[in-house]
């Protein structure tokens, strides 16, 4: 197993950066240093090569170290970043989290109360909303019942990525639903402008369908087809324009692929989305989805949980390994016992970017932090042809990271040298 060496405990002294340091508390726990990042990355070896081009990868990260209050008052976050929102990212599957978020926020608007209907176990009725869609009601992946439920798909989204889950639930609350949902909760970037692994045009992503859940005593609430009022696109961001090629069928046409009607959000309301929903005690000094508490229990496990935990639904551990939705995970079980690990996380990969935003706990040391970042490989430049750098580059960053963070936020004791820091905690 390798360590940090000296040299960055030498790095991050000399230039004052005293590790990462707590806030004073309240809204403040929001504020972002820099330096810390930059001095692990640039004299970490496994690191360093990215580091020297981060802008070529479009590489951003955000570390939010939790403090817990020794007197038992609230938690702080030391908070430092490297390149933050510095361009343009393509989020990927990061943006299922406020659907998910959004749905479950929605069925605590509609039910009285956790043994009141709607729950998350209750039937729903998808009505076509295009010529080529039928009525949906059935899940052979449902082992309780075989139904489309809240829940059910909340779980395939988390546990799996599951994209269509992701278009139900979307459905559900609307395009303009998610966004309004997502910016009164205190995340203004979120741009969810199309669904995932599903070809619509622009015109068509702004409608959402027919859908009704069941009820008590058989009664249904129907939620009707809807045709969003909201013109938006991802124009705010630079670096919109992205790569040399694209690959159409069988050609490939010169010029960079145009993400302004792509989805986009910020990495700074990535992270504090996740902060918010798993530690809803830390204050970021936004609102945050208003989640009853068995809502935000269910949502909390279900990032939680491994593939092969999961009993409903039942997904294959030869396919889906413990790090197919957890890109840091080999990296920090180089440190961390798998046994004393948790790790909630919504990954992203698409187009030749993978994104982790992660919370990791280490129950045993009782610390514990979040990792937000984004990275770009994509060695020919050519978008859609299917041949990006996630093998031989990007999943051995985060695996390396995993290495690096876990080994100076979870055990500083695994270091070669004892820390130069006599503050850090």
């Known amino acids: 197993m390798r360590s940090l060496t000296l040299a960055l405990l030498l790095a991050l002294s000399a230039f004052g950066c005293q590790g990462l ?54 938690p702080t976050l030391a908070r430092d970043s490297f390149r933050l929102d510095a361009e343009y ?22 039910s009285r109360g956790p043994e009141s209907s709607p729950t998350t176990d209750s039937p729903l009725r998808i009505h076509p909303c295009f010529e080529d869609e039928e009525l949906a009601t059935e899940d052979p992946s449902n082992l309780d019942g075989g139904t489309i439920t809240i829940g059910h798909e ?6 799996v990525s599951d994209n269509r889950a992701h278009n139900r639930l979307l459905g559900l609350i609307g395009h303009e639903g998610i966004h309004r949902r997502a910016w009164r909760a205190g995340f203004p970037t979120v741009r969810c402008l199309h669904r995932l ?41 630079s670096g919109l324009q992205i790569g040399r090629g694209v690959k159409r069928g069988e050609a490939v046409t010169e010029g960079p692929m145009d993400f302004t009607g792509k989805n986009s959000v910020s990495l700074l309301d990535l992270q504090n989305a996740m902060i918010s929903t798993v530690r809803p005690d830390i204050d970021l000094g936004i609102p945050g989805y208003r989640l009853r508490d068995d809502h935000r229990a269910f949502i909390v496990e ?16 030869e396919k889906y390994t413990d790090d197919w939705v957890k890109f840091l995970l080999p990296g920090l079980r180089e440190v961390t016992p798998a046994a004393a690990l948790d790790v909630h996380d919504k990954v992203g990969l698409a187009y030749g970017f993978t994104i982790e935003n992660a919370h990791v706990v280490d129950r045993e040391s009782g610390r514990s932090f979040f990792i937000t970042g ?17 093998d031989a580059v990007a999943f051995p960053f985060w695996k390396d990271l995993g290495r690096a963070l876990a080994r100076e936020l979870l055990r500083p004791e695994t270091r070669l040298e004892p820390s130069a820091d006599p503050e850090r905690p």
């Open 197 to 237: 692994s599903e070809l619509r045009t622009p015109t068509e992503n702004l409608r959402t369908p027919r859908i009704e859940i069941g009820a008590d005593e058989g009664d249904w609430i129907e939620v009707p087809e809807r045709t969003s009022p909201l013109r938006l696109d991802s124009a705010a961001w």
């Open 374 to 390: 984004c990275l770009h490989t994509n060695p020919n430049g050519i978008l859609n042809d299917g041949v990006y750098g996630y």
């Open 302 to 317: 279900a990032l939680r949980q491994l593939p092969r935990e999961s009993e409903n639904p039942l997904y294959d551990p």
């Open 89 to 110: 990212f393509y989020p990927a599957s990061t943006v299922k989290l406020f659907a998910a978020l959004g749905a479950l926020e929605w069925l605590g608007e509609v």
């Open 21 to 74: 340091q707590p806030r004073a508390g309240g809204g403040e726990t929001a504020t972002v240093q820099e330096g810390w990042l930059s001095a692990l990355l640039s004299t970490d070896p496994t690191l360093a090569p990215l580091h020297d081009q981060a802008g070529a990868l479009r590489l951003q990260l955000l570390v939010s170290e939790v403090i817990e209050s020794a007197e038992g008052g609230a």
């Open 154 to 159: 909340v779980r395939k989204l988390c546990i």
